[in-house]
């Protein structure tokens, strides 16, 4: 394999990590350590640790290496406002196209909710609801909007990951997707807009009360030893 080729294998699987909350917000990531564990040269392990960084999924500290990214609330502030006003936009333009098949879609995602809700499927009920607003973003027939919004998917789900440490966010948040898409198949498209709107903002704000440490969430350590399988 080229070194290209290894430094994407690399990328491709810290990346995976910490989508999936194997390696959690603070947790250092050493470029030696991971040269140790995938038996190469610790250039491509770098270099692929920095495109993370890039991506706003690491922290890059001066003499201290990488760590997994931990958001100020000002920075979560910035990325959901952003997110808010472009995923109205995305539900504004594919309410107004939205045909019967397409809802159904939509539809069959929501349909895989409850199970993992039941499960306490943290990276299955991400990967739904991402697939979710994904779906929609597609479905505007904006490319560089959901583009766009596809770039921000790992910087959202790193951040919601202290939304999801509240036992009720799951089922708050399929909830919240069925109004959305409710208003989008009665071609509602100001209050779908609004929906999604409360939807990312009310995140945003219980996000930010619990970085500052106004909001203590019940059985927080235990849901984090729960996801690590602890």
């Known amino acids: 394999m080229t070194k290209k080729d290894l430094t994407q294998e690399v990328f491709l699987e810290l990346r ?6 194997k390696l959690l917000p603070g947790v250092r990531v050493s470029d030696k350590e991971m040269a140790e564990k995938f038996g190469l040269s610790r250039t491509p392990v770098r270099e692929a640790l920095i495109r993370l960084a890039e991506q706003g999924l690491l922290e890059a500290r001066h003499n201290r290496g990488f760590t997994v990214k931990v958001f100020s609330t000002r920075e979560v502030q910035d990325l959901y406002t952003l997110r808010a006003t472009l995923e109205e936009m995305a539900v504004d333009l594919t309410t107004k196209n939205l045909d019967r098949e397409k809802a159904q879609t939509l539809r069959d995602i929501l349909a895989a909710y409850p199970a993992l809700m039941k499960d306490q499927n943290l990276a299955g009920f991400n990967d739904a609801d991402e697939a979710f607003h994904r779906q929609i973003a597609d479905y ?16 959202v789900r790193l951040a919601r990951l202290y939304d999801h440490l509240r036992p009720v966010s799951f089922m708050e948040t399929y909830r919240e997707h069925t109004q959305i898409l409710e208003h989008m198949t009665r071609g509602e498209a100001a209050r779908a807009r609004k929906a999604m709107a409360r939807h990312i903002l009310n995140s945003m704000k219980i996000i930010i009360k619990i970085l500052e440490g106004r909001e203590t969430p019940p059985e927080a350590e235990r849901r984090k030893r729960l996801w690590q399988g602890e």
């Open 140 to 155: 505007s027939h904006n490319a560089l909007l959901a583009q766009t919004l596809k770039s921000l998917q790992g910087q």
């Open 16 to 21: 995976s990590r910490i989508l999936n909350f």
